[in-house]
C-alpha cells in the first residue's frame, strides 16, 4: 500500500497570499498524482493531475510540482473562493489519498 | 454527470448496496473507468474498488473479500455491494469516474455528491 503524508495539516493563509501543500509518498508513484478541491456540500473536484498537468477549467494560480515521492501544490494568490480542503491522490499502485489539508483564512 | 441512490441505514452484519446513475457518458465507454470510494466521518478518502469497460474489477485489498462492484449497461448505472457491514463502515459514499490518460489508469473526474450510508441497528 502506498501511504500518502500531506503537510501541514491546516494552513492558515490570507487572500491575495501564496499557499503550498506537500505530499509525499511512502514508494515511488512517478507522475501519477493528483490534486483535488473539496468545499462542504460539494463533490470533490480535480485540480491537478500528471503531478503538473492542470484540469480543464482549473484557473491557471493553482500549479502542482513534483515526481517520485514528493510533490507540491502551489495556489499563486488565494481567492475567497479556495479556502477549501486539499487532497492529494495516487494512481500508480492502485488508489490511495493524503489526510487532507484545509486552507482557512 | 453521476448520481447515487440506496439506503441511508443499513442493520450490522447486512449488506450495504448502492447505484450510480450516470447521465452526459456512457458506462462502457473505453475512454473511462468507474469506481467507488467513501470518507468516514472525521477521516480521510478510502478508494473502494474500480470498474473498468472490459469487465475487470479491482479492489482495496483491505475490502477485497466483502465488496463487489456490477454494472448494468442497459440501465447505465454500476453498483456497489458491500458485505457483513459494521459501524465502521459508516460513511459517505461516493461514485466516480476515472480518466483514461494514454491508455492507463488517471484520476477521478467527476465525482458524484455522495451519499451519507449509516450501520446501525
Known amino acids: 500500500e502506498t501511504v500518502l503524508t500531506q503537510s501541514p495539516a491546516t494552513l492558515s493563509v490570507s487572500p491575495g497570499e501564496r499557499a503550498t501543500v506537500s505530499c509525499r509518498a511512502s514508494?515511488?508513484?512517478?507522475?501519477?498524482l493528483a490534486w483535488y478541491q473539496h468545499k462542504p456540500g460539494q463533490a470533490p473536484r480535480v485540480l491537478i493531475y500528471?503531478?503538473?498537468t492542470r484540469a480543464a477549467g482549473i484557473p491557471a494560480r493553482f500549479s502542482g510540482s513534483g515526481s517520485g515521492t514528493d510533490f507540491t501544490l502551489t495556489i499563486s494568490s488565494l481567492q475567497s473562493e479556495d479556502f477549501a480542503v486539499y487532497y492529494c491522490q495516487q494512481y500508480n499502485n492502485w488508489h490511495s489519498f493524503g489526510q487532507g489539508t484545509k486552507l482557512e483564512i | 454527470h453521476l448520481q447515487e441512490s440506496g439506503p441511508g441505514l443499513v442493520k450490522p452484519s447486512e449488506t450495504l448496496s448502492l447505484t450510480c446513475t450516470v447521465s452526459?457518458?456512457?458506462?462502457?465507454?473505453?475512454?473511462?473507468?468507474w469506481g467507488w470510494i467513501r470518507q468516514p466521518p472525521g477521516k480521510g478518502l478510502e478508494w473502494l474498488g474500480s470498474?473498468?469497460?472490459?469487465?475487470?474489477?479491482y479492489f482495496n485489498p483491505s475490502l477485497k473479500s466483502r465488496v463487489t462492484i456490477s454494472v448494468d449497461t442497459s440501465q447505465n448505472q454500476f453498483s456497489l455491494r458491500l458485505t457483513s457491514v459494521t459501524a465502521a463502515d459508516t460513511a459517505v459514499y461516493s461514485c466516480?469516474?476515472?480518466?483514461?490518460?494514454?491508455?492507463?489508469?488517471?484520476?477521478?473526474?467527476?465525482w458524484g455528491q455522495g451519499v451519507v450510508v449509516t450501520v446501525s441497528p
Open positions: 514508494q515511488s508513484v512517478g507522475d501519477n
Open positions: 452526459g457518458g456512457s458506462v462502457s465507454s473505453s475512454d473511462y473507468y
Open positions: 500528471g503531478a503538473s
Open positions: 466516480a469516474r476515472g480518466l483514461r490518460i494514454y491508455g492507463a489508469t488517471g484520476p477521478w473526474d467527476p
Open positions: 470498474l473498468y469497460s472490459t469487465g475487470s474489477t
